[in-house]
């Protein structure tokens, strides 16, 4: 049986996601968004077209909203559904989506701009934190419709001070709770540092906190695909900002995030930014100092689902197009049992520690860039790293030895670049 869901964008009915008869997932822009003065595709991967789009075409971006690896598995099981079926899937749980793409059965009306929010007490959060492992994103709760790509328990929430609600009916929220792992110690220390950090040395990177409840330590983000705008004479109200990552604007699946597994490389992730940013000089800046940030910290883990583009003015001519604040940043490093080698390699190596400037300079000219000017940047974030250190509040046993870890390892990088 042929089923269909409404894909809107923003409030704008886009497209039709189809499953056929024989368990394909199909898509199509729908004719009145293709025929509208300042259209915009749903993907770097999906052109605007009237041709339909089929399964390995558009599994990219769609199959890129869904959650990954053990927790799909997990939401598959508490669903009902196979872990393998996509449209299944966001028919499930895709109300709130990173960017600002929802997913609406067929004919059935999108929700009210005015959507509910469900408040948690202190016990409550607590006990979500709990219960996250076992019903990952909170899939099957009554009135919660929301997906977050990746393999980390986390759940998006909308914080107003102290207050913490859990987004009903597709409603948007603000932040990105992710609890602590059982497995690495203090990584809610471990990201809260790195992206401290991050935004210290002038790189631009979504605001982060951790806090605490019952014992119970976890990290809030703020998502920078969502926005308060102002009405007059009236409450701010939340609006989305549409986003992809690299994996779904170049349409790999998240199956493939890894280069060794014919994923993305830097070399097309850079060739991305230079076709499609609307400030692509400011923008492959930007990434380059993200890649060598990366590198510096030591986290192995940044792949092609780790970077994204940042769409402002969607469905408007005044569209622009750009690279979006740091995110998802871990020092591996720090945890043994993770692997050594880097998601993209440098130049010719996937082992940080084996990376020297020569492949850095591979890089340049993959990336099209100077080479004096990757060779000089490196040792000059390297700088900016450790100068960055001194100016952030470090009150963590865990956050202080991965500190002392980015500060060797920028050392260290620092006397090799300027030998």
Same mark, same amino acid.
């Given at each position: 049986?042929?089923?269909?869901?409404?894909?809107?964008?923003?409030?704008?009915?886009?497209?039709?996601?189809?499953?056929?008869?024989?368990?394909?997932?199909?898509?199509?822009?729908?004719?009145?968004?293709?025929?509208?003065?300042?259209?915009?595709?749903?993907?770097?991967?999906?052109?605007?077209?009237?041709?339909?789009?089929?399964?390995?075409?558009?599994?990219?971006?769609?199959?890129?909203?869904?959650?990954?690896?053990?927790?799909?598995?997990?939401?598959?099981?508490?669903?009902?559904?196979?872990?393998?079926?996509?449209?299944?899937?966001?028919?499930?749980?895709?109300?709130?989506?990173?960017?600002?793409?929802?997913?609406?059965?067929?004919?059935?009306?999108?929700?009210?701009?005015?959507?509910?929010?469900?408040?948690?007490?202190?016990?409550?959060?607590?006990?979500?934190?709990?219960?996250?492992?076992?019903?990952? +994103?909170?899939? !099957?709760? &009554?009135?919660?419709?929301?997906? @977050?790509?990746? /393999?980390?328990?986390?759940? %998006?929430?909308? *914080?107003?001070?102290?207050?913490?609600? +859990?987004?009903? !009916?597709? &409603?948007?929220?603000?932040?990105? @709770?992710?609890? /602590?792992?059982?497995?690495? %110690?203090?990584? *809610?220390?471990?990201?809260?540092?790195?992206?401290?950090?991050?935004? &210290?040395?002038?790189?631009?990177?979504?605001?982060?906190?951790?806090?605490?409840?019952?014992?119970?330590?976890?990290?809030?983000?703020?998502?920078?695909?969502?926005?308060?705008?102002?009405?007059?004479?009236?409450?701010?109200?939340?609006?989305?900002?549409?986003?992809?990552?690299?994996?779904?604007?170049?349409?790999?699946?998240?199956?493939?995030?890894?280069?060794?597994?014919?994923?993305?490389?830097?070399?097309?992730?850079?060739?991305?930014?230079?076709?499609?940013?609307?400030?692509?000089?400011?923008?492959?800046?930007?990434?380059?100092?993200?890649?060598?940030?990366?590198?510096?910290?030591?986290?192995?883990?940044?792949?092609?689902?780790?970077?994204?583009?940042?769409?402002?003015?969607?469905?408007?001519?005044?569209?622009?197009?750009?690279?979006?604040?740091?995110?998802?940043?871990?020092?591996?490093?720090?945890?043994?049992?993770?692997?050594?080698?880097?998601?993209?390699?440098?130049?010719?190596?996937?082992?940080?520690?084996?990376?020297?400037?020569?492949?850095?300079?591979?890089?340049?000219?993959?990336?099209?860039?100077?080479?004096?000017?990757?060779?000089?940047?490196?040792?000059?974030?390297?700088?900016?790293?450790?100068?960055?250190?001194?100016?952030?509040?470090?009150?963590?046993?865990?956050?202080?030895?991965?500190?002392?870890?980015?500060?060797?390892?920028?050392?260290?990088?620092?006397?090799?670049?300027?030998?």
């Amino acid at each position: 049986m042929v089923r269909t869901l409404d894909v809107y964008l923003h409030n704008e009915l886009t497209g039709q996601l189809v499953q056929d008869d024989g368990g394909q997932m199909l898509f199509t822009y729908v004719e009145s968004w293709l025929n509208r003065s300042g259209a915009t595709a749903l993907s770097q991967s999906l052109p605007l077209r009237k041709e339909r789009f089929s399964r390995n075409e558009c599994r990219g971006f769609f199959g890129g909203i869904l959650p990954e690896e053990s927790k799909r598995e997990i939401i598959a099981r508490n669903l009902g559904i196979s872990a393998r079926n996509d449209y299944a899937m966001l028919e499930q749980i895709g109300g709130e989506c990173a960017g600002a793409v929802t997913f609406i059965p067929a004919g059935e009306k999108l929700p009210e701009q005015h959507y509910g929010y469900r408040t948690l007490s202190s016990a409550e959060v607590a006990a979500t934190l709990k219960e996250l492992p076992k019903r990952p +994103l909170l899939a !099957g709760d &009554a009135g919660i419709r929301l997906s @977050l790509a990746g /393999a980390q328990d986390k759940v %998006a929430v909308r *914080v107003e001070g102290n207050e913490i609600s +859990l987004p009903l !009916g597709g &409603a948007p929220s603000t932040h990105i @709770l992710k609890p /602590a792992v059982e497995r690495f %110690a203090g990584v *809610v220390f471990n990201e809260h540092l790195c992206m401290k950090l991050a935004a &210290a040395a002038g790189l631009p990177a979504a605001p982060v906190e951790t806090r605490n409840v019952d014992g119970m330590d976890y990290l809030l983000i703020e998502r920078y695909d969502r926005t308060h705008r102002q009405v007059a004479g009236g409450q701010p109200v939340l609006d989305r900002l549409h986003q992809e990552d690299f994996c779904q604007a170049q349409g790999f699946i998240s199956e493939m995030k890894y280069q060794k597994e014919n994923g993305p490389s830097l070399k097309l992730c850079f060739r991305l930014l230079r076709d499609v940013s609307s400030a692509p000089v400011v923008d492959l800046a930007r990434f380059l100092d993200a890649v060598i940030y990366n590198f510096l910290v030591g986290n192995n883990d940044a792949h092609g689902k780790n970077f994204s583009l940042l769409y402002h003015g969607v469905g408007t001519e005044n569209l622009k197009i750009r690279l979006a604040p740091l995110y998802d940043i871990v020092s591996t490093v720090y945890y043994p049992e993770l692997s050594k080698e880097m998601a993209m390699k440098i130049g010719g190596e996937y082992l940080s520690e084996k990376v020297t400037p020569t492949d850095f300079e591979r890089l340049a000219e993959e990336a099209g860039l100077g080479k004096p000017l990757v060779k000089q940047r490196v040792p000059e974030m390297a700088d900016a790293v450790i100068g960055a250190l001194g100016k952030i509040e470090i009150a963590n046993p865990v956050a202080e030895a991965v500190a002392a870890l980015i500060r060797a390892r920028c050392e260290t990088v620092r006397n090799s670049f300027r030998r």
